[in-house]
């Protein structure tokens, strides 16, 4: 029963983490867009700066469902031996 | 959707039509039901004929969406909204060609008018649900 709920927690964090993903990168963009538009030196330093942050968000977003995904396979892989086993 | 430089937000203008469309047609029937007005009976034709036409543009618009920006991820809110758009896409339609199969079937009363009405009724969980459903995506929260 602990697995069951496990599964359903790891899938909501993904499903969390799925919808956030494009938000990442539409922050990068519109920080790109702003360094782009930036006549200011500094300005444009620190908007790109802003765009990198986003970008490395967006990798660790990528990263963490990656390994979410791994550890959901697993279980779920884990939950359907179990099942073999009992039956026998 | 991108187009170019500029993003358009296809589907969450389509789907304002959709769900717009759908309550009101349902007003205009329950207005015919309780009046007799043929007025009201047309106008319902009309509505729902509308959100059928509109059902198909706000579901491929959400599908392009889906694919573009979410990559297409089996997350368990697109397949609730995938499964509930492929039903209204069935539910809608079907009310209108019953109803332009035989428009006057309505003003015979009976068992057919009352399972067209409760079949006309299956729409609004259908758009309530898939709107809630969106409206959750623009500001994440878990359901």
Redesign the interface.
């Given at each position: 029963m602990k697995n069951i709920e496990r599964i359903r927690e790891l899938e909501g964090q993904i499903e969390a983490l799925t919808i956030a993903l494009p938000e990442e990168e539409a922050a990068h963009l519109f920080y790109m867009g702003l360094a782009n538009g930036a006549s200011h030196k500094g300005a444009r330093e620190m908007f790109i700066k802003l765009a990198d942050q986003e970008r490395r968000h967006k990798d660790d977003l990528e990263n963490l469902i990656k390994e979410l995904k791994e550890q959901l396979e697993k279980l779920k892989r884990g939950e359907e031996d179990d099942g073999l086993w009992e039956i026998t | 959707m991108r187009i170019g430089k500029y993003t358009i937000h296809l589907h969450p203008m389509s789907v304002h039509f959709t769900n717009a469309l759908y309550p009101v047609s349902l007003l205009f029937l329950a207005l015919y039901l309780l009046t007799k007005e043929d007025s009201s009976r047309t106008t319902y034709g009309y509505i729902i004929t509308l959100a059928a036409l509109s059902t198909p543009v706000s579901f491929a618009t959400g599908y392009i969406q889906w694919r573009q920006?979410?990559k297409a991820?089996k997350?368990?809110?697109f397949i609730r909204k995938i499964r509930l758009g492929i039903a209204l896409m069935a539910v809608g339609p079907s009310c209108t060609l019953w109803y332009w199969a035989d428009p006057g079937f309505l003003t015979r009363g009976g068992m057919e008018v009352f399972l067209f009405s409760l079949l006309n009724l299956t729409v609004l969980p259908l758009a309530v649900t898939l709107g809630y459903l969106g409206g959750n995506?623009v500001r994440?929260r878990?359901h």
């Open positions: - | 920006k979410y991820a997350v368990r809110v995506l994440w878990p």
